[in-house]
């Protein structure tokens, strides 16, 4: 039996693809669906179709009903009666103390189980640093989010609390639109800047294990681009502006 042969072989006797579970099917749907809420491919106001959702998905309404629970519990979507479910609008202002709560969280990633990072995970850093740079040569806002969410996940990995990530990506996601929908007055090349420095500094800290200083870190850049947006929303509001 040639190479080419044997490999066609193995390929034919490799066991297939398993196929997701429930749980797993609701974890996908979950993440796609509030991914494009995040980057406003829903945007604010739209109205989900429990029916339409069934049908791209190729599942049952009841799933879709649950996936669309989760997300109102979330305060990314509302049931609204007679009318259906709608993606909420984000307001800066009132979310003021969800900034506040992530400080806090922040200075937790590292204290509370930190996992020291091997030499691939680095090297997911240093290629979100090379995808930055790659991009801010040509900025985009959907592109800037994206980036921002894989650093995200990065971090979250960095603890083994189970709660302290699930309630972070929680309030996370509460947020993440509001990066978004204030670019036009954020300044898209100003805030890859800031987040490129973000990343640089816990990379550093991370490759000699400085875990409570990536806490620090991450605090520091939370607190920073909390300050700019308000910042700039109490501008758009002197001007007479909308965010």
């Known amino acids: 039996m040639t190479l080419e042969t044997d490999a066609t072989h193995l390929a034919a006797t490799a066991a297939p693809p398993r196929p997701l579970s429930a749980r797993e099917r609701f974890e996908r749907i979950y993440r796609i669906l509030r991914d494009r809420i995040c980057l406003l491919d829903y945007a604010p106001g739209s109205h989900l179709s429990e029916e339409e959702l069934a049908q ?5 309404r009841t799933p879709v009903r649950r996936v669309l629970a989760r997300l109102e519990s979330e305060g990314l979507v509302q049931s609204v009666h007679g009318v259906g479910t709608i993606v909420t609008d984000v307001d800066i202002e009132e979310l003021q103390q969800v900034y506040h709560l992530r400080l806090e969280l922040a200075l937790l990633v590292g204290k509370l189980s930190p996992i020291p990072r091997t030499a691939d995970d680095l090297d997911r850093i240093r290629a979100l640093i090379a995808r930055c740079d790659s991009d801010v040569l040509n900025p985009d806002q959907r592109a800037f989010l994206r980036l921002n969410m894989d650093f995200f996940y990065e971090l ?6 189970q709660p302290l990530r699930e309630i972070s990506e929680r309030l996370y996601f509460q947020v993440a639109r509001v990066v978004l929908k204030m670019m036009p007055q954020l300044g898209l090349v100003e ?10 500094e816990v990379l550093a800290a991370a490759e000699i294990g400085d875990w409570e200083s990536i806490g620090h870190i991450r605090r520091a850049h939370i607190s920073m681009s909390f300050r700019r947006m308000m910042r700039h929303a109490g501008e758009a509001s002197m001007s007479g502006g909308t965010l």
């Open 56 to 60: 791209e998905f190729q599942i049952s």
């Open 156 to 161: 979250t990995a960095m603890t083994g609390n």
């Open 191 to 200: 805030e890859f800047t800031a987040f490129r420095r973000e990343m640089e």
